[in-house]
């Protein structure tokens, strides 16, 4: 076994990825970034330490975001990048233990007794085999003895807090951050490491997150809703405008913004890409108008899309693939994603300077004609949708609106996934679906109609817009006095990376029950914790649309 990955959904065979990653991860990186993981649990033992004497270091806990959003499926495959990463994170430790044991020193004595795991004594090797050396003594694996339900369960809150990362620094590039969700992550990181933790102390522990992740969610919500403004439904052309273009893709709305901003009166038009559609939403980016259209599906057909696309490419964050020659030289990298070779644009306090996007746009000469396509709606974020709860309320009442799904998560390319689309095609005209993320791209495009004027397809925004489905979801059991899971609501979830995991967590934490989950359940999901999970939230796995539908809205639970 050269490596070992199991985190995300189309992991080899259902199992894990063990000669290299179906994203294409090598077995390089994925070592580099098993030892990362590594690191970061060596710096989050010393600044939960430091925190417990009410001492924080602002640069400790940006360092740890940024490190586990780096080990997100699809965001950094540059071995170079990583090696350099886990040369700062020693940095980064020795930093905050020096911090640490100041601390402990003014408070209680010269030398600082306690035992700590090995992780804090990490020092990183020479060269790049040293160090690839180290990281397969640390992989998921390392400790064969290791009870599998305590691995299950250790990895599951791993890879939610590899989520809730993302969104943690999305919210802090737009300037909004949280102690609380700060605190959780060397919280989360150092209970990894320590062997006393039972089977029900991780399981409260995974809970807890998940409240703390909710927290997350409104952070952003709120970093986004205030920076750009409250989403409103506004319809989005597919089609394309002669000129130079820009294909933006991944979920960094600041990194749009800027680029809107630099591109302003140059001529270059912008389309969204992936999880890019929800910003013509955002009244502070749909007012730029040479943001023109949306192009293209979910992120696994980029690379056919890109190589026709007539412009330069910019990924902001996942989900990245092989580059083809084609238009290697044509995309480009920002923030934390990175691929060898590929040109990567970086921020210089807060600011980026796209002009080398812009000018490849310009030489490559984008769209040769107007091509009109028809329009798709977005900008369902909670605010446009309890704008008109007492339409939705009072259409449930009079019977027109028997049943809402949300069907919503990342998208993938699994010929199972099209369970997703089945799903929404066959769901009846008198139902309302709410959706968000990436995967649905499957059925965005086709024609649902409406129910007295409220579309019964509203799309919600990015994966993180998971946080408006709530607030829906409890303003409408406020209003009919029930709990979320009395609601004739049904959620029909689909997976692919950790930001999912790290939003099921919530939904979970929440106490929301009967979730479908699919096109697969998580190969790093034990048995005996899959058993806790149906036991305790009737958790399922997706079967085929028919039969869904028909126990959704026949009433059997089963
Ligand atoms: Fe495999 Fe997914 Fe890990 Fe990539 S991220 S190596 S596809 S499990
Ligand atoms: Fe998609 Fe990668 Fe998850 Fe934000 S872009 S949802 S998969």
């Known amino acids: 076994m050269s490596m070992f990955c199991y985190q995300c959904e189309q992991t080899a065979k259902g199992k894990g990825c063990d000669y290299l990653g179906v994203c294409g991860k090598t077995p390089e990186v994925a070592t580099l970034q098993d030892l990362l993981i590594h690191a970061l649990k060596g710096i989050s033992i010393y600044a939960h330490l430091a925190r417990e004497l009410d001492v924080r270091d602002r640069e400790t806990d940006l360092f740890v975001v940024e490190g586990l959003f780096t080990t997100v499926t699809n965001v950094d495959f540059d071995p170079e990048r990583m090696t350099a990463t886990l040369r700062r994170a020693y940095e980064i430790k020795e930093r905050i233990k020096k911090i640490f044991l100041e601390a402990y020193k003014s408070k209680f004595a010269d030398n600082f007794d306690g035992e700590l795991p090995a992780a804090a004594f990490w020092k990183p090797a020479e060269g790049l085999s040293g160090l690839?050396?180290?990281?397969?003594?640390?992989?998921?694996?390392?400790d064969k003895s290791l009870n599998e339900d305590i691995r299950s369960l250790r990895e599951l809150l791993l890879y939610g807090l590899k989520g809730m990362a993302a969104y943690a620094d999305h919210a802090h590039v737009l300037g909004r951050e949280d102690e609380e969700v700060m605190a959780f992550f060397h919280k989360g990181l150092k209970a990894l490491t320590d062997n006393g933790l039972s089977v029900n102390d991780l399981v409260g522990l995974n809970m807890q997150f998940g409240m703390v992740n909710?927290?997350?969610?409104?952070?952003l919500d709120k970093a986004h809703t205030d920076h750009f403004g409250h989403p409103v439904p506004t319809a989005v052309s597919l089609g394309t405008k002669k000129g130079p273009a820009i294909l933006v893709s991944g979920h960094d709305l600041l990194d749009l913004e800027q680029l809107l901003q630099q591109t302003?009166?140059?001529?270059?038009?912008?389309?969204?890409?992936?999880?890019?559609?929800?910003?013509?939403?955002?009244?502070?980016?749909?007012?730029?108008?040479?943001?023109?259209?949306?192009?293209?599906?979910?992120?696994?057909?980029?690379?056919?899309?890109?190589?026709v696309f007539p412009g330069a490419i910019l990924m902001t964050t996942n989900c990245i693939q092989s580059p083809r020659d084609t238009y290697k030289d044509r995309i480009f990298t920002t923030g934390l994603v990175a691929w060898p070779g590929v040109k990567h644009i970086p921020a210089v306090d807060g600011k980026k300077d796209f002009s080398a996007v812009i000018q490849k746009a310009i030489e490559t000469g984008g769209f040769k004609e107007d091509v009109p396509a028809k329009n798709i709606v977005v900008g369902f974020g909670h605010n446009a949708v309890l704008g008109v709860a007492d339409k939705v309320i009072g259409a449930v009442k009079a019977g027109q609106i028997k049943h809402f799904f949300l069907v919503g998560g990342c998208d993938g390319a699994k010929p199972g996934r099209n369970y997703y689309t089945d799903f929404a095609q066959q769901a009846p005209k008198d139902t309302v679906i709410l959706t968000l993320a990436c995967g649905k791209y499957r059925f965005n495009k086709l024609d649902f109609g409406d129910i007295g004027g409220i579309p019964r397809l509203l799309d919600m925004g990015q994966c993180n817009d998971a946080y408006s489905a709530i607030q829906v979801a409890v303003a409408l059991a406020k209003a009919f006095g029930c709990g979320v899971n009395d609601l004739p609501l049904s959620m029909i979830l689909s997976w692919y990376e950790q930001k999912a995991v790290c939003i099921l967590l919530t939904l979970l934490a929440l106490g929301i029950q009967n979730i479908r989950i699919g096109p697969s359940l998580p190969a790093f999901v034990s048995p005996n914790v899959l058993s806790v999970l149906v036991e305790k939230f009737n958790i399922k796995p997706v079967t085929t649309a028919k039969e869904d539908l028909a126990t959704i809205l026949g009433g059997v639970t089963a």
């Open 214 to 219: 909710l927290k997350c969610l409104e952070l």
């Open 264 to 307: 302003e009166g140059k001529g270059v038009n912008i389309y969204t890409h992936g999880e890019m559609l929800p910003a013509h939403g955002y009244p502070g980016l749909k007012k730029y108008k040479h943001l023109v259209a949306n192009y293209g599906g979910a992120w696994q057909d980029q690379a056919k899309e890109f190589d």
């Open 132 to 142: 690839l050396e180290q990281g397969r003594k640390v992989g998921i694996f390392s």
